[in-house]
């Protein structure tokens, strides 16, 4: 091969070669989907899907480090030499710094206090529940319980409305986690919305995942489905998020600092020397 040849190919190295086909891409897609399929079927679904994903992953990083698989483009063998390829000159365009939305925000601590305050309107709410419509306080409890403990579902009517220590334990944790976590996403969106946002934010979005959980809740909760009490749950879904948002839009928001320097978000003062 030519100094030439070896110049145009380190310069441009598609121009005489292509990445080479794998199948390997497909099949961590594959596995991938197997993984989420097997929560609501079997968890050997799981156990296959993430075993395609790991050779899948495996395999097309294979391909790809240390050193990217080619192939070769055919080229037709014949007398007339082909003229080089021109290409147009580079330009150079002025860089503008990208807008990040929302620029402002609630400190991630409103979110944190918001979903605990939201966490016991809604346990208020389903409380009120257990006691007018089941005649017990530990009935949506437990109910809640189930999405974790199989054994819920087996149980019966008389042990769901009673106490059970393991139940409430986990009822509790499952409850205060996930309230804390839709908290932490009140504090991205409610700036987002438009003009007001508690209504966003605490009518509509209790709206939208109360229809999500409407479709979905014989999957989730099959226990829960056979006893819920629709009017009441959308009403403690709308009382988390008056309370939760209520909190969060007591805090002043901070500017988003994206794009600046360690030094900077720290406050860090510099000097010619260094940094204090």
Not at 249 to 275: D, I, K
Request: proline share 8%; charged share 15%; with cysteine.
């Amino acid at each position: 091969m030519s100094d030439e040849t070896k110049r145009d190919e380190q310069e441009i190295p598609y121009l005489r070669a292509i990445p080479r086909p794998t199948p390997f891409p497909m099949v961590t897609a594959f596995g991938c989907a197997l993984l989420f399929a097997g929560i609501v079927t079997h968890p050997a679904v799981s156990a296959m899907g993430a075993l395609c994903a790991l050779v899948g992953i495996v395999g097309w990083f294979r391909e790809v480090f240390p050193h990217e698989r080619m192939e070769e483009i055919p080229v037709p063998m014949c007398d007339i030499a082909l003229p080089a390829p021109e290409f147009a000159p580079r330009v150079t365009r002025a860089k503008s710094p990208r807008r990040i939305v929302p620029e402002e925000m609630h400190p991630y601590r409103s979110g944190f206090y918001g979903g605990l305050v939201g966490a016991i309107a809604m346990a208020v709410v389903a409380c009120m529940w257990g006691v007018v419509d089941e005649r017990s306080i530990w009935m949506p409890i437990n109910l809640l319980a189930g999405m974790l403990l199989p054994s819920v579902g087996a149980a019966s009517e008389e042990a769901l409305r009673s106490f059970n220590l393991v139940w409430t334990i986990t009822s509790v944790c499952l409850h205060l986690a996930m309230s804390v976590m839709v908290g932490m996403i009140f504090v991205v969106a409610l700036p987002m919305m438009p003009k007001r946002p508690m209504v966003a934010g605490g009518i509509l979005a209790p709206m939208l995942w109360t229809g999500v959980a409407w479709a979905t809740l014989h999957v989730v909760n099959p226990t829960l489905e056979q006893h819920i009490s629709w009017g009441w749950f959308l009403g403690s879904q709308i009382g988390f998020g008056v309370a939760c948002g209520s909190v969060i839009t007591r805090f002043n928001r901070v500017r988003l600092q994206v794009g600046t320097s360690l030094a900077m978000r720290l406050e860090v003062e510099q000097t010619e020397g260094g940094s204090k």
